[in-house]
C-alpha cells in the first residue's frame, strides 16, 4: 500500500476563518477522497479528488464550503471555509487504485473549531 | 439509499476468546465488502477484504460473505487486548467504482 501524509495532523482554529488541508502520496494513485468523521461517528465521504478537473461531491457537500484541489496524481487539498464549531472533525484522504479497489486511509486532521 | 448497519455494541469479550462482529447491507449489487479496525484517536486501517461468497481467512481474522442474505461478518479468534477497537464495516456497490459506505462501527473490548 502507498505510504499517505496528511498535514497539519492537527489544529485549532477561530471560527470565520479557512483551514487547507493537504494530503501527499508516495506514489501515484488513482482515485483520492476526502472523508470528515465527527466526533463518536463513523467516516462520511465528502467528495472525490478528480485530478485535474473539479472534484464530485456527495450530498451535502459543496465547493464553496469545500473547495478541493487536485493538481497531479500523488497530492491533493481540501479547504474548509467560513469554519464554525460544527465543523470540528476529523478530516481524512483516503487513496485507492492501486491494484484493487482497497482503499487507505491518510493519519487525518483533527479540528477543532472555537 | 445505501444502508450498512453493524451490530450494536459495545462488545466485550475476554482474552482468548472469539469476537463475532455483523454487518448487513442494503443494496443487494454490492460487490466489494471491507472491514477497517479504528483505535481511538487514529485512523482506519483496512484488515479484510472479500468480494466472494463464503470464507476468507487472514491470521486470526474470517471474514464471511453471504449476499444472497446481504450479510458479511468478522471473526477475532483467539482474541488479545490489542484488538481493542472499532471496527467497521464498509461497502461499495456496483455503480460506483470506489466509493465506500460505513456502517456506524462496533466498538470490541478484549479483557485480560
Known amino acids: 500500500s502507498a505510504v499517505i501524509s496528511q498535514k497539519p495532523s492537527r489544529d485549532i482554529c477561530q471560527r470565520g476563518t479557512s483551514l487547507t488541508i493537504q494530503c501527499q502520496v508516495d506514489?501515484?494513485?488513482?482515485?483520492m477522497f476526502w472523508y470528515r468523521q465527527q466526533p463518536g461517528q463513523s467516516l462520511t465521504l465528502i467528495a472525490t479528488?478528480?485530478?485535474?478537473?473539479?472534484?464530485?461531491?456527495e450530498s451535502g457537500f459543496v465547493i464553496d464550503k469545500f473547495p478541493i484541489s487536485r493538481p497531479n496524481l500523488t497530492f491533493s487539498t481540501l479547504t474548509v471555509s467560513n469554519m464554525s464549531p460544527e465543523d470540528s472533525s476529523i478530516y481524512l484522504c483516503?487513496?485507492?487504485?492501486?491494484?484493487?479497489?482497497?482503499?487507505?486511509f491518510g493519519p487525518g486532521t483533527r479540528l477543532t473549531v472555537l | 439509499q445505501k444502508e450498512v448497519e453493524q451490530n450494536s455494541g459495545p462488545l466485550s469479550v475476554p482474552e482468548g476468546a472469539i469476537a463475532s462482529l455483523n454487518c448487513t447491507y442494503s443494496?443487494?449489487?454490492?460487490?466489494?465488502f471491507f472491514w477497517y479496525r479504528q483505535y481511538s484517536g487514529k485512523s482506519p486501517e483496512l484488515i479484510m477484504s472479500?468480494?466472494?461468497?463464503g470464507d476468507k481467512e487472514d491470521g486470526r481474522f474470517t471474514a464471511q460473505l453471504n449476499k444472497a442474505s446481504q450479510y458479511v461478518s468478522l471473526l477475532i479468534r483467539d482474541s488479545q487486548p490489542s484488538d481493542s477497537a472499532t471496527y467497521l464495516c464498509?461497502?461499495?456497490?456496483?455503480?460506483?467504482?470506489?466509493?465506500?459506505?460505513f456502517g456506524a462501527g462496533t466498538t470490541v473490548t478484549v479483557r485480560a
Open positions: 443494496d443487494r449489487g454490492s460487490q466489494s
Open positions: 506514489s501515484q494513485v488513482t482515485m
Open positions: 472479500i468480494y466472494s461468497n
Open positions: 483516503s487513496v485507492g487504485g492501486l491494484s484493487t479497489n482497497e482503499q487507505f
Open positions: 464498509a461497502v461499495i456497490d456496483r455503480w460506483d467504482d470506489y466509493k465506500l459506505s
Open positions: 479528488a478528480n485530478q485535474g478537473s473539479e472534484a464530485t461531491y
